[in-house]
C-alpha cells in the first residue's frame, strides 16, 4: 500500500518508516502540511498519516486543503498525534465529520504494533 | 497571595508546563526506538528500556493533564463511568511497567457496581500514575509478596477504588505527611518510596481537580491509597 506520513519529526518519522516498511508498505514522508499536500499530488497515497502539530501550518489546515479537491476526498487519513485527544474535542468533531478522518491515535498511547495493526485495515490486499 | 507571588507561580506554572510538554518528545522517542530495536535484537533489555520510557512518558503526560485541569477547572466533562472497566484499563496500562519490577497487579472487582461521577480519562490517569509510583516503591520497601491490588468496594460514602499492598507503610500519616512535605522535600513519602513519589502528587491533583480526594483506604486488609467516587445519581433512576 502506498502511505504518505506526515511526521515533523526526524526520528520518530524514521522509526515509523522502518516499522511499515517492513511490512511491505511504500512510504512517502513529508514534515509540513505543504510538503504533505505536494506528495499527495504527485504520491497518490492509498492512505495518509498526520501529526496535526506541524510548523507553521497545521494538520487541520492540511485536511481543508485536502478536502477541497474532489479527487482526494475518499484518500483515508488517519491522525498519529502527539495532542491528546481532550484537547481536541471541538475540532475532533469537525475532522471526523467534515474532514472524514478515519481514526485518532494519540501518539503516547499508540504502539508500533497498534499502528501497524491500524493501517492493515485500510490495506485492500489484507481486506 | 500578593500580585506579584500571584504572577511568578503563573509563570512557573506556565514553565513547568512546557518543560514537560517538550519531555514528552524524547521519551516516546526512547519507547518508540526501543520497540522498535526489539524486533531486531532480542536483547530483553529493549523490553524493560520501552517500558521505562512509557511510564516516564505517561508520568510527564498525566502530571500536565493535572496541570491544565487545576488551572482550567472549567474544561472537565464529568459522566457515567464504569470503576470496574477504569480499573481494568489502568491493569492493562501498568501491566508492562509492573512486569521490569517484578510486581504483579491482581484486579479484585467483587461484586457489582453500577456507574460513578467522574471524568473517565482523568480518573484513569490518576489511577496510572498512583499505581506506576506504587510499583515503583513496593520492592523497595520489601513486603515480601510483591503484588498490588487494583481493587474497588461499596463504602458508606460511596464507591471506594484505589491500589492496594500488604504493607502497613502506606498509612494514613505516610500519605499525610507526604502532603505537607511535597514540593518542599526531595522524598516527601519517606515510609514509601525512594523517589520524589512524583506519581502520587499528580494522581492527587488530578482528583482534586474533580472535587475528589486521594486518601488512605483498606481492602480485605490490605493497605492502600484510595479515593471514594458517588455512584450516578441519574442512572439510579432507570430500573
Keep these: ?127 | 497571595m500578593g500580585i506579584q507571588q500571584q504572577k511568578a507561580k503563573q509563570m512557573s506554572y506556565g514553565l513547568f508546563l512546557s518543560v514537560a510538554e517538550e519531555l514528552k518528545l524524547p521519551f516516546l522517542q526512547i519507547a518508540r526506538l526501543a520497540e522498535a530495536s526489539q524486533s531486531l535484537a532480542t536483547d530483553p533489555a529493549y523490553k524493560d528500556i520501552e517500558s521505562t520510557a512509557q511510564s516516564a512518558l505517561r508520568l510527564v503526560d498525566n502530571y500536565i493533564l493535572g496541570l491544565r485541569l487545576n488551572l482550567m477547572p472549567q474544561t472537565i466533562s464529568l459522566e457515567n463511568v464504569s470503576v470496574s472497566s477504569v480499573l481494568y484499563n489502568t491493569q492493562q496500562q501498568l501491566d508492562s511497567f509492573a512486569k521490569t519490577y517484578d510486581v504483579s497487579l491482581d484486579l479484585v472487582v467483587a461484586g457489582k457496581f453500577g456507574p460513578v461521577v467522574a471524568n473517565e480519562q482523568a480518573l484513569q490517569a490518576a489511577l496510572v500514575s498512583l499505581g506506576a509510583a506504587l510499583i515503583e516503591a513496593l520492592p523497595s520497601i520489601n513486603s515480601g509478596q510483591l503484588k498490588l491490588q487494583l481493587a474497588t468496594h461499596r463504602s458508606r460514602y460511596g464507591i471506594v477504588a484505589g491500589i492496594y499492598a500488604d504493607t502497613r507503610q502506606i498509612s494514613q500519616t505516610t500519605l499525610k505527611a507526604g502532603h505537607k512535605l511535597a514540593s518542599i522535600s526531595r522524598q516527601p513519602l519517606v515510609d514509601l518510596s525512594h523517589t520524589s513519589g512524583a506519581g502520587v502528587f499528580v494522581a492527587s491533583s488530578i482528583l482534586e481537580a474533580m472535587d475528589l480526594k486521594l486518601g488512605f483506604s483498606r481492602h480485605n486488609n490490605w493497605y492502600g491509597l484510595a479515593t471514594i467516587l458517588q455512584p450516578s445519581r441519574q442512572l439510579q433512576l432507570v430500573p
Excluded at chain 1, 81 to 89: G, K, L, Q, R, T
Design chain 1, 1 to 127: 500500500m502506498k502511505i504518505l506520513l506526515v511526521e515533523p519529526d526526524r526520528l520518530l518519522a524514521k522509526v515509523y518508516r522502518q516499522a511499515l516498511e517492513s511490512k511491505g508498505h511504500h512510504l512517502v514522508s513529508a514534515s509540513t502540511a505543504q510538503e504533505g499536500i505536494a506528495k499527495v499530488d504527485e504520491f497518490k497515497p492509498d492512505l495518509i498519516i498526520l501529526e496535526i502539530q506541524l510548523v507553521e501550518h497545521s494538520g487541520v489546515e492540511f485536511m481543508h486543503e485536502l478536502r477541497s479537491y474532489e479527487d482526494w476526498l475518499d484518500i483515508p487519513v488517519i491522525i498519529n498525534s502527539i495532542v491528546p485527544p481532550a484537547e481536541f474535542n471541538h475540532s475532533f468533531k469537525i475532522l471526523k465529520h467534515e474532514l472524514k478522518v478515519s481514526d485518532y491515535l494519540y501518539k503516547p498511547d499508540c504502539s508500533l504494533k497498534t499502528l501497524l495493526a491500524k493501517v492493515s485495515n485500510f490495506d485492500p490486499v489484507l481486506k
